[in-house]
């Protein structure tokens, strides 16, 4: 700004300059004119007295003379009008330089608040970014403080879904317990304390009974879980889970067919044959036979056979 503004300055001086000298040396040329005509003149008035003696030819007529003076009048004008126009140029050169040193203080000062406006924009940019850093910090934390939130609401409901879990596994397994209570409290006292075992009088015959339906049957009992025995219109055995009766009795291992384990191997995951226990539930008419048989003694082998009688041994 301030380099266009001298630029300016010195073309506008460098042309009032010119004119200026260019009507200087006019104002010169006319002085020079002027002076020629006097010169003219002075040679044309005589350096002795006039002689009386008619002179042959004359060398400037009074015409010519008057002509010249005329002349030198109307140079005489135009130099001093020459002037008046270069003293009025003169002083219109002055005021153009006020004016440009006017202009030229205004437009430093219009650079310095400018300068002014682009520091202070260079700060509010540098407080801008700083403002902006800030926020996108921010906003990382809160974003961190939202996952974080939301991990341990998973994590929350993750606990909570395990517990609901487990807490149904222990109720499954309070009520398994249950039922296996219920179960050892319907076996009689009798079979474990005066050395009951009960039998049946073949393999036959407890596969016989139990294909029959509601005579006996045959459940396979490991644990809390428990199996009953199924036997397919082709002597096909297979154990489906089932839960045990209230009243079941234990019956010697020893007396289990082979079919039948075999069949307890094919159905129950891990298979140990220390693990698993066999008991039958009776009818009702077998049942009070085993009561009464019981009743009557301390001890024995009871053996069950096909016609459904009971004997002890």
Known sequence: MRTGTAR?????GSDETETLQTDVMRF???ICMCLMVIFALVQAIPLQPQNSRPELETKTSPQEVEDLKEQLAQLIRRAALFESEIQTKKQ???R???ELETLAAKIEKLEEREQILQDNLAGMQAEERLQTEAFLTQQGALNELQRKAETGKNQY???KQLTEKELRVLQGKIAEAKKQHRVAEARPAPDRKKGFTLGF???NTLLQMVGQG???ELFMLAKTKSWKLQVSRGG??????SAPPQQIYEINQSTVPGSVIRAGRRSVAAFKQGAVTYGVHLSPGIHRQLTELMGKGKGGDITIHADNQITLE
């Open 236 to 241: 096909k055995l297979s154990f489906i889970p």
């Open 8 to 12: 300016f300055r010195h073309n506008q």
């Open 28 to 30: 010169f040329a006319i």
């Open 214 to 216: 509601g005579q006996v």
């Open 92 to 94: 219109k050169l002055q």
């Open 157 to 159: 409901l993750i606990k």
């Open 96 to 98: 153009g330089i006020k």
């Open 201 to 203: 009088a073949s393999n």
